[in-house]
T-cell receptor, first 108, second 116 residues
Framework: GQQVMQIPQYQHVQEGEDFTTYCNSS?????IQWYKQRPGGHPVFLIQ?????EVKKQKRLTFQFGEAKKNSSLHITATQTTDVGTYFC????????FGKGTSLLVTP | KAGVTQTPRYLIKTRGQQVTLSCSPI?????VSWYQQTPGQGLQFLFE???????NKGNFPGRFSGRQFSNSRSEMNVSTLELGDSALYLC???????????????FGQGTRLTVV
């Protein structure tokens, strides 16, 4: 897979605030996958995006794939304490090429 | 349907020793990949096995090796352990291999290896 850069590295929000993490690549990506890893846990697949400009929603989570297929974002509306964890984007080639992740901390 | 099972969950080894980690993929999954996770380097791909053949290998020294058995179970071996090998080793299984099918990966709980 292609290398992907993810920002920010950390984000601390109050419960109820929104959160966004961004994933960028210098080259066109064939796909983007998003995973969530809870503290002490393992990565869990959230979603895959493959089409230019694609937008997918899962309850309070909105995933976008850029028109040029070089960037993606994950937006969480009205965060809850259950959203705590590290969110990774990854490009799948013969392997998953992960970004460094964004660690989200939610304070009640 | 049982998930991906990794054993052991925790391991403490001494420098210079070798270690073998095991991964049982989801039933029916033929692709098994291994990743190393550390705070500094994040998640890094080690290698992938599909139908008992190593399909791809990451940028790790030859001390890291693996194999896959006919029942798709996989083992990973690290020889001559170094302090820097301390990490969470994650195994992921997929139904198929390759970029064309854009397959999601199911991760096991991981093996936490500490080298002292």
């Amino acid at each position: 897979g292609q290398q992907v850069m993810q920002i920010p590295q950390y984000q601390h929000v109050q419960e109820g605030e929104d959160f966004t993490t961004y994933c960028n690549s210098s080259t066109t990506l064939s796909n983007i996958q998003w995973y969530k890893q809870r503290p002490g846990g393992h990565p869990v697949f959230l979603i895959q995006l493959v089409k230019s400009g694609e937008v997918k929603k899962q309850k309070r989570l909105t995933f976008q794939f850029g028109e040029a297929k070089k960037n993606s974002s994950l937006h969480i509306t009205a965060t809850q304490t259950t959203d705590v964890g590290t969110y990774f984007c990854a490009n799948r080639g013969y392997a998953l090429n992960f970004g460094k992740g964004t660690s989200l901390l939610v304070t009640p | 349907k049982a998930g991906v099972t990794q054993t052991p969950r925790y391991l403490i080894k001494t420098r210079g020793q070798q270690v073998t980690l095991s991964c049982s993929p989801i039933s029916g999954h033929r692709s098994v990949s291994w990743y190393q996770q550390t705070p500094g380097q994040g998640l890094q791909f080690l290698f992938e096995y599909f139908s008992e053949t190593q399909r791809n290998k990451g940028n790790f020294p030859g001390r890291f090796s693996g194999r896959q058995f006919s029942n798709s179970r996989s083992e990973m071996n690290v020889s001559t352990l170094e302090l820097g090998d301390s990490a969470l080793y994650l195994c992921a299984s997929s139904q198929s291999s390759g970029v064309l099918l854009n397959t999601e990966a199911f991760f096991g709980q991981g093996t936490r290896l500490t080298v002292v």
